[in-house]
């Protein structure tokens, strides 16, 4: 529990959050590294590496650290390993980014409940603080547990429409627009809001930007505080995507002026993110793009020209990290 938790409830909050631990874990820990190792058959050496893969801190041979959930999840990791479902010189890789990816939720869904559960306790004293918190979380667990699997499900049957119906399936590299979108001027608004503005700032950010590229058939890879990944599967898309997200009059809808740089080739895909020279000359046309502004590479605006829709016009050659001599074109709506 953090200093929020400790503040909310007069008892320690290390009594807390063991109360709250064994209902989100479904045991006490009662099992050490070498016990695990004997029961399960995984080597110590392996199971530690999965285990820092996924984002926890190491722990010491004797240390009570293991519930019978751990055992069942490696067993149940062993096992897929062993038929063959996952390679074995893939599981860390595989276990690291689901650790990266859960990790994130879980920090936000806790700092979410503990600021409500504070509400909900402001007239309580130190033992009804505490006993609402474990029923908070007694209560929720199952709810929250089955709409993660229920998102999880929708986003695996669409990524199995997008992907299994694909050209390329046989190749991991796939040919796609990269974009980013980063916040103008980010550095200063940063100094000079509190943290209350400067979180709906952000909220605003990532909210209008997912929609946005959403609902012109892209896709959100990641989030980077002020700046949003997001790739889409046809030039059109990506054009559709970038001129909502800089269209006049945002800042009267209370969102901030962003800027765009995209740029199309073969991308690689791996574990839910995306790589190569493609990404890192979308990041570079992001720098370059003034406030407002879209800017693409030579393949992207070649491949919009003869679209009437579109207006692209040519910018000076610039100079930037990996780039001596980086050609862009300013994207504008044919009005």
Do not use: C
């Not at 199971?47 to 004797?62: K, P, T």
Request: zero cysteines.
């Amino acid at each position: 529990m953090d200093e929020a938790v400790e503040r909310a409830y007069s008892q320690p909050a290390e009594a807390v959050a063991r109360r709250i631990e064994q209902i989100v874990l479904g045991g006490q820990r009662r099992y050490n590294r070498v016990q695990v190792s004997e029961i399960t058959g995984v080597s110590r050496e392996r199971a530690s590496r999965l285990w820092l893969a996924m984002g926890f801190a190491e722990v010491g041979d004797d240390d009570l650290v293991f519930t019978d959930s751990d055992i069942e999840a490696l067993r149940i990791w062993d096992g897929l390993v062993t038929s063959g479902t996952i390679a074995l010189e893939d599981e860390v890789p595989h276990a690291r980014a689901m650790g990266q990816t859960l990790a994130r939720l879980a920090d936000w869904q806790t700092r979410e409940i503990t600021a409500r559960a504070d509400e909900l306790a402001q007239d309580m004293d130190g033992a009804q603080r505490a006993d609402s918190a474990v029923d908070m979380a007694d209560a929720l667990l199952p709810v929250v547990e089955r709409l993660q699997s229920y998102v999880w499900r929708r986003h695996l049957a669409a990524a199995a429409d997008r992907i299994l119906l694909a050209a390329t399936i046989e190749s991991p590299a796939t040919t796609m627009v990269v974009g980013f979108a980063d916040i103008v001027g980010y550095t200063s608004l940063a100094r000079h809001y509190d943290s209350a503005e400067l979180a709906a700032l952000l909220e605003s950010f990532e909210e209008d930007t997912s929609e946005t590229v959403v609902n012109q058939h892209g896709r959100v890879v990641k989030t980077l505080g002020d700046e949003v990944l997001f790739v889409a599967d046809t030039p059109r898309d990506a054009a559709e995507i970038s001129l909502r997200l800089t269209a006049p009059g945002r800042a009267e809808k209370g969102l901030p002026a962003l800027r765009v740089g995209m740029a199309t080739g073969q991308v690689l895909s791996r574990f839910g993110d995306v790589y190569g020279p493609v990404v890192n000359l979308a990041a570079r046309l992001t720098s370059l793009a003034r406030p407002e502004t879209v800017l693409v590479d030579r393949e992207l605006a070649a491949a919009l020209r003869q679209d009437r829709r579109y207006e692209l016009r040519a910018r000076r050659p610039t100079a930037v990290r990996g780039y001596h001599h980086l050609r862009s074109w300013s994207l504008r709506p044919n009005e």
